[in-house]
């Protein structure tokens, strides 16, 4: 999986904190997707988002979660007030902006909680 | 609603032996579909694509699959497989409109007994 980098790959964090996780996509891409897997799950969309804008955040949880990807530098999937039920994997995609493209993975972060 | 159904969990075959893991889905319009295998603590990996045209198509490790519209599937096969396709597969369907997002299916681990 070249070129989508995502950190850190290991996340623990205790209830009740914060969690950052980072996505830098394929050099060129400006196109980010958030994906969620859980054991002996798929993986499930969460949102997608282009150079400062959210297009789509129809998978993400109502409360507690975000996502942004600015001008400069990589997106990222925000989780505060973490709760055990949040642990998952989180893999980010990226996609050109040509269309009838597929999308691109990282190694995903897995997010543990204490 | 779009969906994607990979009706085998677990799939054991022996090394050398074929290989077809089964995929359905349910579109509105022609999907593009995808297969991605993911190997422990890895993200996802590409195996082939299917937008238009023939609907056989080849992929990367040897894999190839068959788009039928008359059956909603697109069968992922092997002839001969290697202890290193161990791993999960998954089928996904791209919804191609406005935002690109990709449904997954729950996935098919396969094993591979010696």
């Known amino acids: 999986n070249a070129g989508v980098m995502q950190n850190p790959r290991h996340l623990v964090r205790r209830r009740g904190q914060e969690a950052r996780l980072r996505c830098s996509p394929m050099?060129?891409?400006?196109?980010v997707y958030w994906y969620r897997q859980l054991p002996e799950e798929g993986l499930k969309f969460m949102v997608y988002?282009?150079?400062?804008?959210?297009?789509?955040e129809s998978g993400m949880p109502k409360e507690r979660f975000s996502a942004e990807f600015p001008k400069e530098g990589p997106s990222i999937l925000r989780i505060q007030q973490v709760v055990r039920g949040d642990s998952a994997a989180y893999f980010c995609?990226?996609?050109?902006?040509?269309?009838?493209?597929?999308?691109?993975f990282g190694d995903g972060t897995r997010l543990s909680i204490l | 609603a779009q969906s994607v159904t990979q009706p085998d969990i677990h799939i054991t075959v022996s090394e050398g032996a074929s290989l077809e893991l089964r995929c359905n889905y349910s579109?509105?319009?022609?999907?593009?579909l995808f297969w991605y295998v993911q190997s422990p603590g890895q993200g996802l990996q590409l195996l082939l694509k299917?937008?238009?045209?023939?609907?056989l198509v080849q992929g990367i490790k040897g894999f190839e699959a068959e788009f039928k519209r008359s059956q909603s599937s697109f069968n992922l096969r092997k002839p001969s497989v290697h202890w290193s396709d161990a791993a999960e597969y998954f089928c996904?369907?791209?919804?191609?409109?406005?935002?690109?997002?990709?449904?997954f299916g729950k996935g098919t681990r396969l094993h591979i007994l010696p």
């Open positions: 579109y509105g319009a022609t999907p593009y």
């Open positions: 996904a369907v791209g919804l191609m409109n406005r935002d690109d997002k990709i449904i």
């Open positions: 995609a990226s996609q050109g902006k040509e269309r009838n493209q597929p999308q691109h």
């Open positions: 988002l282009q150079k400062e804008n959210i297009i789509d």
């Open positions: 299917y937008f238009s045209g023939d609907t």
């Open positions: 050099k060129g891409h400006s196109h």
